[in-house]
């Protein structure tokens, strides 16, 4: 397991070792001991969540204020490209945002810890999205920051017109959402 920070310290990249032969490959996709040797603390998931999407389809940037969840996702079909903006109030790096893309020719997970909205969007023709999360899904507390606010300035990298669902489009700008302490 190799992991590199992002511009946001606490967002990581993971990339997982392949053992590959005339048959294919092998990877372990989560190993706890090397998880907490690697990144440090006890880290549970409670919860795998898999989505399939098309092109263009953008999800998030979702987070929970209450209950909230860290991430780790990866990308087993296809290519998106995937973010996380900075939703702690007391953060150096408050508002800002990471992304890169994942697909399912590098294997390369990224870590999400509580306190960030996430989302991404499908670059490939359709794609499958893996993630764990540390705490269940609560609708109650899922809150959703707009993908086009110019105060975040995320630079999405393609010039699809985004497939969004209702609640997606009317996510809150960062200066009004409800974010971490």
């Given at each position: 397991?190799?992991?590199?920070?992002?511009?946001?310290?606490?967002?990581?990249?993971?990339?997982?070792?392949?053992?590959?032969?005339?048959?294919?490959?092998?990877?372990?996709?989560?190993?706890?001991?090397?998880?907490?040797?690697?990144?440090?603390?006890?880290?549970?998931?409670?919860?795998?969540?898999?989505?399939?999407?098309?092109?263009?389809?953008?999800?998030?940037?979702?987070?929970?204020?209450?209950?909230?969840?860290?991430?780790?996702?990866?990308?087993?079909r296809?290519?998106?490209?995937?973010?996380?903006?900075?939703?702690?109030?007391?953060?150096?790096?408050?508002?800002?945002?990471?992304?890169?893309?994942?697909?399912?020719?590098?294997?390369?997970?990224?870590?999400?810890?509580?306190?960030?909205?996430?989302?991404?969007m499908?670059?490939?023709e359709?794609?499958?999205?893996?993630?764990?999360?540390?705490?269940?899904?609560?609708?109650?507390?899922?809150?959703?920051?707009?993908?086009?606010?110019?105060?975040?300035?995320?630079?999405?990298?393609?010039?699809?017109?985004?497939?969004?669902?209702?609640?997606?489009?009317?996510?809150?700008?960062?200066?009004?959402?409800?974010?971490?302490?």
């Amino acid at each position: 397991m190799k992991v590199t920070q992002t511009s946001l310290p606490d967002v990581l990249i993971i990339e997982l070792e392949r053992f590959h032969d005339d048959r294919g490959f092998f990877l372990e996709s989560w190993n706890a001991a090397e998880f907490a040797k690697n990144i440090g603390g006890d880290v549970q998931f409670v919860q795998d969540n898999h989505s399939h999407s098309r092109r263009g389809v953008l999800r998030g940037l979702h987070y929970q204020v209450q209950r909230p969840q860290g991430k780790l996702v990866r990308v087993v079909r296809g290519r998106v490209f995937d973010l996380a903006v900075d939703l702690r109030k007391s953060s150096p790096t408050f508002g800002r945002w990471a992304g890169t893309e994942l697909s399912e020719d590098d294997h390369i997970q990224w870590w999400i810890p509580a306190g960030f909205a996430h989302g991404f969007m499908v670059l490939s023709e359709s794609a499958d999205f893996l993630y764990k999360t540390t705490d269940y899904y609560a609708p109650e507390f899922e809150r959703c920051l707009i993908w086009n606010d110019a105060a975040v300035g995320i630079r999405w990298p393609s010039d699809l017109e985004p497939i969004l669902t209702a609640r997606d489009r009317a996510g809150a700008l960062l200066r009004d959402a409800e974010v971490f302490p």
